[in-house]
């Protein structure tokens, strides 16, 4: 017998008294009023039975193991059962209730203060009751104050004696009785007193190939398992569904995006990216090379193009970007590239100017352009006078229309909201898309987050490029690390020093940018020392990196403003001050800023004696690999996952039941399920697929499906 027949058999034959509803309002249980309805909506998105039943517990605390009472010993948290032999209120200083226990070996007192008379009317000799908490010896005789408690009369605990669900509450929460008591209590009258309206997209024999629980049993354990492995295997399963729907939604999507939409594009010339290419000052690396020929034959096809483009920090995505983009001029279209700062923005724009045909025509827009500027250039755009158009946030002004806009490209995307994506792809009816990500994503979170894109990945780095060496001291060490950076000075070469704090502050005794800036310009007098940082005006941080980029400055201290996209070759030193407050990701792409020109460099990571385990774990990490891929998946691993969609791009997890860091399997099988659905969806009526399963009766598939509309 599996299973799910033994839970039918022990809990079908609970006397159920009402059927209700999965859409049914929260306020038919016994004891929702409007007052509580309306914290319950408000404190914890609770408004139907549905909600209710997927309000999913935060922990478990196994209470299960019982103990007798003479085993127990004082500090310790214990649970134990016995009949109620006495009840009495004492008036010796605070005003108490003393309920006594006895299990045959010893006696404990249960010790509560506060409504006392609802606990002495509540408490009745001759009961028997079973009650977790931490035992206190007083004067040689046991006691626990406030245990939890359940009476053992109806046979089913919720509070001890079992493994205990934790809920998520709050303050107004808690007030209105809806602690984890109160949750479980809620639920209990939910699920062992009403026959609920569950139905199950997954067949008996689909959940067994799966290894996965059936829904309505994976409801009931998610709340009420008997052990830590039951409320495991229902997680999972609620994650499954999550992740099906999800993936559902997206490739659906992506369908309805592409139907009707034909673009007829030829591939026989490709002059201007051929020309591209053999004009290059480099060889492009055998990855770049499959990279460009896969966006191609994507960019050749009916639909339009969906890619997510991969590669580490100098690995050459934005030379892919540029060769593909010739791909979509010389077939008459546009192309959009909009990046995350001005300063990339530029950087871009000069590597275009510098690489590509001068016949081609590309424009620049950024927000610190005059009014006059701008208006010549929204004309061109309109007009069709503009090949390529670079720019940040700027490019999706209403004031911007595009003649032709037939392709997109993304730079740095993790660094943009999902508005301001689709902000830009509105501009076009129905454009092709590239986003390019220099922060290697693992693929439980890439199939999550970018499931609707396909992914080309650039794995290897150009030949010619040293690997980077990192190295880790405390800061006791750094009268030794300006000795170092004398003598890379004296051989001619630049340094950036990047700290997490602009300027001093009374909350923390961490180093600023600017107290090390002026403490570099005393002990370096004859060279040039510059400060930079988010502060300082956009015209004078534009200077500051051309006269950086030109070798008239030496030493750059910066926040971390210079993350993203910033390439002089001749810096080849990156020196990170309290690199304990940095996470992997962000000191990857700290160190992706040096490694760009023919001498060897380094990555310096400076940090106090005594730090976390976590952050010396980051800083070893960083010290035994470049791979960025591979510091993806320990970043992954250290900080849990976070919120994979919607408009936030930092936060808890939307998905309430998945957990990436372990669920793999789960995200790979969920979404061949989901795929192998649209592909049979296809073949039914427009109406009913539109109306099926993620759109249709089901509720929570509606509340998945809504994280990326």
């Not at 809806?178 to 639920?187: E, N, V, Y």
């Not at 001619?492 to 002026?518: C, H, M, N, W």
């Not at 201290?557 to 940095?582: K, L």
């Not at 408009?647 to 192998?676: C, M, P, S, V, W």
Request: glycine share 6%; with cysteine; charged share 25%.
């Amino acid at each position: 017998m599996d299973d799910m027949s033994r839970f039918l058999i022990r809990y079908g034959t609970l006397q159920k008294k009402n059927s209700i509803a999965l859409d049914s309002p929260v306020s038919c249980l016994k004891g929702i009023g409007e007052k509580k309805t309306s914290i319950l909506k408000i404190e914890a998105g609770i408004t139907t039975i549905e909600d209710l039943l997927y309000y999913s517990p935060r922990r478990y605390i196994d209470r299960s193991a019982l103990r007798k009472i003479i085993e127990c010993n004082d500090g310790e948290d214990v649970t134990v059962s016995g009949t109620i032999t006495g009840c009495s209120i004492s008036v010796q200083g605070k005003k108490r209730i003393i309920v006594t226990l006895s299990d045959g070996t010893d006696i404990l007192s249960m010790i509560f203060f506060g409504n006392i008379f609802y606990f002495k009317e509540k408490f009745t000799e001759g009961l028997p009751l079973i009650i977790s908490g931490k035992i206190n010896i007083h004067k040689n005789k046991k006691q626990i104050f406030h245990p939890e408690y359940d009476f053992c009369d109806d046979g089913f605990n919720v509070n001890t004696g079992r493994i205990v669900p934790l809920y998520r509450s709050t303050e107004k929460l808690s007030r209105a009785g809806f602690d984890s008591r109160g949750f479980r209590k809620l639920l209990k009258e939910l699920l062992y007193s009403h026959k609920i309206g569950i139905t199950d997209f997954l067949s008996h024999e689909e959940c067994r190939n799966f290894s996965l629980p059936e829904l309505e049993y994976s409801l009931y354990k998610i709340h009420f398992p008997e052990n830590l492995n039951e409320a495991d295997l229902s997680r999972k399963r609620l994650a499954f569904n999550e992740v099906y729907y999800f993936s559902l939604y997206l490739f659906t999507r992506r369908h309805y995006s592409e139907k009707n939409i034909h673009y007829n594009f030829h591939t026989a010339e490709m002059k201007l990216q051929n020309n591209f290419i053999k004009n290059l000052p480099f060889r492009l690396t055998a990855d770049q090379e499959k990279s460009i020929e896969i966006i191609d034959k994507y960019l050749a096809s009916e639909t339009p193009m969906n890619v997510l483009l991969q590669g580490d920090v100098g690995s050459g995505k934005t030379v892919v970007a540029l060769s593909t983009s010739l791909f979509i001029i010389e077939n008459r279209g546009q192309v959009a590239i909009m990046v995350p700062t001005e300063v990339l923005a530029r950087q871009h724009y000069a590597t275009a100017k510098k690489y590509i045909d001068s016949s081609i025509k590309i424009e620049l827009i950024t927000g610190s352009q005059g009014t006059t500027e701008k208006e010549e250039i929204y004309k061109k755009i309109s007009s069709g006078d503009a090949d390529i158009i670079i720019g940040t946030h700027a490019l999706f002004q209403e004031k911007i229309e595009f003649k032709n806009l037939q392709y997109i490209i993304i730079d740095e995307q993790h660094k943009f909201g999902v508005k301001q994506r689709a902000a830009l792809r509105d501009k076009a009816a129905c454009p092709n898309l590239l986003v390019m990500s220099a922060t290697p994503i693992p693929r439980s979170l890439c199939l999550t987050q970018y499931g609707d894109l396909d992914t080309v990945k650039i794995g290897a780095k150009p030949a010619d490029r040293l690997p980077i060496k990192t190295l880790s001291f405390t800061t006791e060490r750094i009268n030794g690390i300006y000795n170092s950076m004398l003598k890379y000075l004296n051989e001619g070469r630049q340094i950036y020093f990047v700290l997490p704090l602009i300027e001093d502050s009374e909350k923390t005794d961490l180093k600023s940018a600017e107290s090390r800036y002026y403490e570099l310009k005393s002990s370096f007098p004859d060279h040039r020392v510059e400060l930079i940082h988010s502060r300082i005006e956009t015209e004078n941080k534009e200077s500051i990196m051309k006269d950086f980029l030109s070798g008239s400055i030496d030493i750059l201290v910066s926040t971390t403003v210079i993350e993203v996209g910033v390439d002089v070759p001749n810096a080849n030193v990156m020196i990170i001050e309290h690199a304990e407050r940095f996470g992997l990701a962000q000191l990857h792409q700290l160190r992706g800023r040096v490694g760009r020109g023919e001498h060897q460099s380094f990555c310096i990571l400076l940090h106090p004696e005594k730090i976390s385990d976590t952050a010396a774990k980051r800083i070893k990490i960083m010290t035994e690999t470049d791979d960025g891929f591979k510091i993806a998946e320990m970043d992954l691993k250290l900080r849990g996952s976070g919120q994979l969609t919607g408009i936030k791009q930092h936060g808890l997890n939307e998905f309430e039941f998945l957990d990436i860091t372990r669920d793999l399997k789960i995200i790979e099988t969920a979404r061949e399920y989901a795929y192998a659905r649209t592909m049979e969806l296809k073949t039914h009526e427009e109406s009913q697929y539109k109306e099926h399963e993620f759109m249709g009766k089901n509720t929570r598939s509606r509340r998945i499906a809504s994280l990326l509309s």
